[in-house]
């Protein structure tokens, strides 16, 4: 008989999730399974900030998937997938052949939403992967190189889109980052201005509210200064244009602008032309996109309502994390013709979003936490992560150990 051949398409928290447990669920002879990535390395997207304000380097993020894989049974191709065909039930890739799949999972992650603010996507970076990150923490190292030879003054300035999760984490490394580049590049600290713009009538929508004064009261501290309330117009290639009062607008030069306010699902979910919102597909309590019983979609490409606000969860590594264990076991289920397949229900274990190396704010288990507490549970949430897909080698190359700053 045939083997079934399942494709993961993506290899994040979700998929690289999927299949080191598929392959400690099935043996060779049960399936084939292939994952798709863009690059032979996973990078932790959830570091990303740190990449990109210069507090680690982009190998720091990174580690190679042959690593995590059990070559015997699964088939790594890097590649970059273009568009899946859901009738014939193939993948388009750039590079190779048409992949053909049985069962199929999405998990290819987010991608900025600029929500048609016009210059974005052209004057503003985003903190997407390895090579954005790469790209702000140069460029802003050249602004301050630079400054030293022009002294013109909003090469020393960075706007920083969105005071969400992502927003406020970046700030908190640039508040580390920004006095080490003062003494490199000999500038005076106070010539920096670091500004952060938020459309919302709060930083950090939706956390509680004695945590967000905490953590706006530490990176004002920081000389960040937030315009909450404020929505950017436009980004030019001079900085960035708000508004201001009914009618007006006022500009801000900035040397580096920071988009940090939203994501949508990989736009392959568009492409191939499966239901969706703004990319992300409200998947079926099995995780699987609503009438294709073979494909599945998780982590930043899936939409899952919180039944008790009736409003999407945000989307997270922590649930791409758990779709991709239970799209493992349920996968195994398939291949082993049983059809009774699980639903998925999100297991909150608490969020921590971290202010710099040696601060951050959370709630775990239900418990409020700030300072030195926060900031060590961060980091022991993100060794869980690198434990969970690669165990103790994994965890003990790429860890965080430096616990107690
Ligand atoms: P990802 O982990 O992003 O992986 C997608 C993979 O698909 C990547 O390897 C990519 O290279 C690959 N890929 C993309 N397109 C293609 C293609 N066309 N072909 C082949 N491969 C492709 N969440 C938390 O829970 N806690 C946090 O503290 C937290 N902090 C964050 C901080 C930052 C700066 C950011 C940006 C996000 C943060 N998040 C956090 C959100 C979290 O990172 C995402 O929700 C999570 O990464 C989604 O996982 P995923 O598996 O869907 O995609």
Same mark, same amino acid.
């Given at each position: 008989m045939r083997k079934p051949k399942i494709v993961v398409l993506g290899a994040g928290y979700g998929g690289l999730m999927t299949v080191t447990r598929l392959q400690k669920q099935l043996?060779?002879?049960d399936a084939d399974i292939v994952l798709v990535n863009k690059n032979d390395y996973h990078y932790e997207t959830t570091w990303l900030h740190e990449a990109s304000a210069g507090t680690l380097t982009p190998d720091q993020v990174r580690y190679d998937i042959a690593n995590v894989i059990d070559r015997s049974k699964v088939d790594f191709v890097k590649d970059t997938a273009l568009k899946v065909d859901t009738e014939a039930k193939k993948v388009q890739l750039e590079k190779g052949d048409d992949l053909s799949y049985d069962y199929l999972v999405i998990a290819l992650g987010g991608a900025p939403e $600029?929500?048609?603010?016009?210059g974005l996507d052209k004057y503003a970076f985003s903190i997407t992967n390895v090579n954005t990150a790469r790209q702000i923490r140069e460029h802003i190292e050249y602004q301050f190189a630079t400054y030293k030879v022009d002294?013109? /003054?909003?090469?020393l300035t960075i706007v920083v889109g969105g005071a969400g999760f992502t927003g406020i984490e970046f700030l908190g490394e640039l508040g580390n980052r920004i006095p080490e580049l003062c003494k490199e590049y000999d500038?005076?600290?106070?010539m920096v201005k670091v500004i952060c713009v938020e459309a919302?009538? $709060?930083?950090? /929508?939706?956390?509680?509210p004695e945590l967000v004064e905490y953590a706006t009261a530490l990176l004002e501290r920081k000389n960040v200064e937030f315009r909450i309330g404020t929505a950017i117009k436009e980004a030019t290639p001079e900085g960035i244009v708000v508004a201001k009062g009914e009618d007006d607008t006022e500009e801000i030069k900035a040397g580096t602008v920071v988009w940090a306010a939203g994501v949508r699902g990989n736009p392959i979910i568009v492409e191939s032309g499966i239901e969706n919102m703004r990319g992300r597909v409200k998947v079926e309590p099995d995780l699987r996109a609503p009438g294709l019983s073979d494909v599945f979609v998780i982590g930043d490409c899936s939409l899952v309502i919180n039944?008790?606000?009736n409003r999407p969860y945000p989307p997270t590594a922590q649930i791409a994390m758990q779709q991709g264990e239970l799209v493992a076991s349920n996968l195994a289920k398939l291949v082993n013709g049983k059809t009774n397949l699980d639903s998925f229900n999100f297991d909150n274990k608490g969020t921590v979003c971290s202010l710099g190396d040696d601060d951050a704010i959370g709630v775990v288990f239900g418990k409020k936490l700030t300072g030195t507490k926060a900031s060590f549970m961060k980091k022991m949430i993100d060794n869980r992560a690198l434990y969970m897909i690669g165990g103790i080698p994994l965890t003990v190359k790429k860890g965080k150990f430096n616990l107690l700053k």
């Amino acid at each position: 008989m045939r083997k079934p051949k399942i494709v993961v398409l993506g290899a994040g928290y979700g998929g690289l999730m999927t299949v080191t447990r598929l392959q400690k669920q099935l043996g060779s002879n049960d399936a084939d399974i292939v994952l798709v990535n863009k690059n032979d390395y996973h990078y932790e997207t959830t570091w990303l900030h740190e990449a990109s304000a210069g507090t680690l380097t982009p190998d720091q993020v990174r580690y190679d998937i042959a690593n995590v894989i059990d070559r015997s049974k699964v088939d790594f191709v890097k590649d970059t997938a273009l568009k899946v065909d859901t009738e014939a039930k193939k993948v388009q890739l750039e590079k190779g052949d048409d992949l053909s799949y049985d069962y199929l999972v999405i998990a290819l992650g987010g991608a900025p939403e $600029t929500f048609g603010i016009k210059g974005l996507d052209k004057y503003a970076f985003s903190i997407t992967n390895v090579n954005t990150a790469r790209q702000i923490r140069e460029h802003i190292e050249y602004q301050f190189a630079t400054y030293k030879v022009d002294q013109k /003054p909003e090469r020393l300035t960075i706007v920083v889109g969105g005071a969400g999760f992502t927003g406020i984490e970046f700030l908190g490394e640039l508040g580390n980052r920004i006095p080490e580049l003062c003494k490199e590049y000999d500038i005076e600290k106070d010539m920096v201005k670091v500004i952060c713009v938020e459309a919302a009538p $709060t930083a950090l /929508p939706g956390f509680d509210p004695e945590l967000v004064e905490y953590a706006t009261a530490l990176l004002e501290r920081k000389n960040v200064e937030f315009r909450i309330g404020t929505a950017i117009k436009e980004a030019t290639p001079e900085g960035i244009v708000v508004a201001k009062g009914e009618d007006d607008t006022e500009e801000i030069k900035a040397g580096t602008v920071v988009w940090a306010a939203g994501v949508r699902g990989n736009p392959i979910i568009v492409e191939s032309g499966i239901e969706n919102m703004r990319g992300r597909v409200k998947v079926e309590p099995d995780l699987r996109a609503p009438g294709l019983s073979d494909v599945f979609v998780i982590g930043d490409c899936s939409l899952v309502i919180n039944e008790e606000i009736n409003r999407p969860y945000p989307p997270t590594a922590q649930i791409a994390m758990q779709q991709g264990e239970l799209v493992a076991s349920n996968l195994a289920k398939l291949v082993n013709g049983k059809t009774n397949l699980d639903s998925f229900n999100f297991d909150n274990k608490g969020t921590v979003c971290s202010l710099g190396d040696d601060d951050a704010i959370g709630v775990v288990f239900g418990k409020k936490l700030t300072g030195t507490k926060a900031s060590f549970m961060k980091k022991m949430i993100d060794n869980r992560a690198l434990y969970m897909i690669g165990g103790i080698p994994l965890t003990v190359k790429k860890g965080k150990f430096n616990l107690l700053k």
